[in-house]
Antibody
Framework: QVQLQQSGAELMKPGASVKISCKATGYTFSSYWIEWVKQRPGHGLEWIGEILPGSGSTNYNEKFKGKATFTADTSSNTAYMQLSSLTSEDSAVYYC??????????????WGQGTLVTVSA | DIQMTQSPASLSVSVGETVTITCRASENIYSNLAWYQQKQGKSPQLLVYAATNLADGVPSRFSGSGSGTQYSLKINSLQSEDFGSYYCQHFWGTPWTFGGGTKLEIK
C-alpha cells in the first residue's frame, strides 16, 4: 500500500535552513507528483508546490518561491523539501502528500504524518 | 489566485443530525474540488474528490455536491467520530488553495 514516511521534528535557529524528507513506498515513485503542504495554527492549509520525481519537474506556489526548494532521489524513493532563511513564520507542520490518481481533480489521497519545524532563537 | 471561502467556520451539532458545509470559489473551478477531514494532531484525510466522488473507504453518510463556484459537503446522521476540521481544496489552476476550514464539534 502507498505510504509516505516523513523525517522527524526539527528545532532550528532563525536564518538557518532545514531539509525535510518524505520516503515513498508501495508505488512507482517516479510516476506521481509529490505535493508539499504547510499548516500553521490559525492559518489553515497552504499548498507549497510539487515535484515529479521521474523528471524533476517542479511547480511552486509563488508565495513560496525562494523559500522552498524541492528535490527527489529516485534511487531511494525519497523526496525532499528545503526551507531557507528560516523565520518564525516558517514554524509549522509540513506534510508531503500524493494524489490518488493522475487526473487534475484527484485529491490528495495519501499523506505523510507531518514534520513539525520550530524556528526559535 | 482562486480564493476558497468556506462556511461556517465552526459549528456544534448533535449525533444523528445532518450537517452541511459550503465552499465558494472566487471563480468557476469546474468541479475540480476535494474535501478533507482532519482530526487533531493527524494528517488530513481525503473524503471527496471531483466534487462528488467519495474516496475509498469513506462512509456513505458523506456526500459532495455542487458546480461552478458553489460546493457543499453533507454529512448525514452525524457520528461521534466525525468531529474534527473539514477543508475544501480546488484543483483548477495553481496554486491549489484550501478553504479556511470548518471546525465541527459534537454536542
Amino acid at each position: 500500500q502507498v505510504q509516505l514516511q516523513q523525517s522527524g521534528a526539527e528545532l532550528m535557529k532563525p536564518g538557518a535552513s532545514v531539509k525535510i524528507s518524505c520516503k515513498a513506498t508501495g508505488y512507482t515513485f517516479s510516476s506521481y507528483w509529490i505535493e508539499w503542504v504547510k499548516q500553521r495554527p490559525g492559518h489553515g492549509l497552504e499548498w507549497i508546490g510539487e515535484i515529479l520525481p521521474g523528471s524533476g519537474s517542479t511547480n511552486y506556489n509563488e508565495k513560496f518561491k525562494g523559500k522552498a526548494t524541492f528535490t527527489a532521489d529516485t534511487s531511494s524513493n525519497t523526496a525532499y523539501m528545503q526551507l531557507s532563511s528560516l523565520t518564525s513564520e516558517d514554524s509549522a507542520v509540513y506534510y508531503c502528500a500524493r494524489k490518488g490518481g493522475y487526473y487534475r481533480y484527484d485529491g490528495f489521497a495519501y499523506w505523510g504524518q507531518g514534520t513539525l519545524v520550530t524556528v526559535s532563537a | 489566485d482562486i480564493q476558497m471561502t468556506q462556511s461556517p467556520a465552526s459549528l456544534s451539532v448533535s449525533v444523528g443530525e445532518t450537517v452541511t458545509i459550503t465552499c465558494r470559489a472566487s471563480e468557476n473551478i469546474y468541479s475540480n474540488l476535494a474535501w478533507y477531514q482532519q482530526k487533531q494532531g493527524k494528517s488530513p484525510q481525503l473524503l471527496v474528490y471531483a466534487a462528488t466522488n467519495l474516496a475509498d473507504g469513506v462512509p456513505s453518510r458523506f456526500s459532495g455536491s455542487g458546480s461552478g463556484t458553489q460546493y457543499s459537503l453533507k454529512i448525514n446522521s452525524l457520528q461521534s467520530e466525525d468531529f474534527g476540521s473539514y477543508y475544501c481544496q480546488h484543483f483548477w489552476g495553481t496554486p491549489w488553495t484550501f478553504g479556511g476550514g470548518t471546525k465541527l464539534e459534537i454536542k
